[in-house]
């Protein structure tokens, strides 16, 4: 894994993190834009049974709504 990549289960954890930080609300129940993206990435993690995510390869706004949920300490695949 490189510097760039994000290993799936920190995906997952940041996303856990981001949604239970910002619980959806009725009548909505949207999640947040960070959860959004994040949810985003997620799915393509799922879909396509991949390990890692190079960061490189996602939208600018993207890479800053994960990077801001990542847990601090990642994983290693």
């Known amino acids: 894994m490189t ?5 799936a289960g ?3 954890r940041a996303w856990m993190r981001c949604a239970q930080a910002n ?3 009725p009548p909505e129940y949207a ?3 960070d959860a959004a993206k994040i ?3 997620y799915a393509r993690v ?3 049974n991949l390990q ?3 960061l490189q390869t996602l939208r600018a706004e993207t ?4 990077m801001r949920w990542l847990p601090t300490e990642r994983s290693n695949p």
């Not at 510097?3 to 290993?7: D, G, I, N, Q």
């Open 3 to 7: 510097t760039s990549e994000v290993a």
């Open 10 to 12: 920190d995906i997952e």
């Open 23 to 25: 619980p959806t609300k």
């Open 31 to 33: 999640m947040c834009a």
């Open 39 to 41: 949810a985003d990435v």
């Open 46 to 48: 799922l879909a396509l």
């Open 52 to 54: 890692t995510v190079d």
């Open 63 to 66: 890479r800053e709504a994960l």
